[in-house]
């Protein structure tokens, strides 16, 4: 079971070391770890964010476990050499579409949300995103116009085999939850998102047991802080699930708590290849001070074990010593504690 490790950049590096010490201290046989350069600190060593061997190592893994990256050394750097690209590099290369980020309360942190603690209590849903279009990879530039004014434009566009394939996941995860799948869009302006609705409708008669929903991307939003806990499974496309999936942090409690799962159609000899991380950024501004939570990125880790490795038990164990570990009051900055990177990843690995 061959995992590459992609820490990259800012706090990237610091939770991943310590997703690193919870998956070794399972002690899984035949497990195999090796690290790769991604983001500003590979565009500064390489020369690109996501160099060859970088994109090499992910292709010879069963799952790549990803940091985060940027960095405001590269803010100046022509788009295709931001760090960013790393990211967007690898969903693309790799057929990463499925994006699924699960929001769910942690029992003892109804205080922590940003909603009130009997609506925070409600809420469990999971986003499902796609990853691989929308107008994060159409064509896109910067333009002079009339008056020698610089306009710039981004392509957005969505085809129907698109979202067919990305509608399937969300169907299908809602299967195995609530039952209730509300497809987000913004089908009363765009035309990409009338193709995408249309499309939903289509496939969702192959799936009669899933109660299917839309809803406008503003009025989701409304919705996702007024009562969250009508959520099941929301999908989406790539621009309004990057947007609602940081929203849906804020309701949990914090961004440091937030894990996700990219997955495509490539499978290995134990599940489904794909690629874990923290939903959250680099964080510059803690960069280096051991401050940052590696919740997100041990909870990714959880993921991981449960999608490309089919250890259901071992992601449990994993969800569950977190669990314990906040129930218990083990707090990094971003929940109003004390505790730093390496404390709390200790704190994990005692209840594991
Ligand atoms: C995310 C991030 C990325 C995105 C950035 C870093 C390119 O915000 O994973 O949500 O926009 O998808
Ligand atoms: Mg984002």
Known sequence: MKIAIFPGDGIGSEVTREAVRVLEALDLPGLTLFEGDVGAIAYHRHGHPLPPETLAMANASDAVLFGAVGDPSCDNLARHLRPEQAVLGLRSELGLFANLRPATVFSGLEDMSGLRPELARTIDMLIVRELNGDVYF?????????????EGWDMMSYSESEVRRIAHSGFQAAQKRGGKLCSVDKANVLETSQVWRDTVIAVAREYPDVELSHMYVDNAAMQM???????DVILTGNLFGDILSDLASMCVGSIGLLASASLGERQTDYGTFGLYEPIHGSAPDIAGQGKANPMATILSAAMMLRHSFGKADQAERIEAAVSNALADGIRGGDLGGTLGTQAIGDAVLERL
Not at 138 to 150: A, C, L, P, T, V
Not at 225 to 231: A, L, R, S
Request: zero cysteines; aromatic letters at 4%.
């Open 138 to 150: 159409g064509d896109k530039g910067i333009r002079e116009i009339d008056g020698g004014e610089r």
């Open 225 to 231: 802080v007024k009562d969250p806990g009508q959520f």
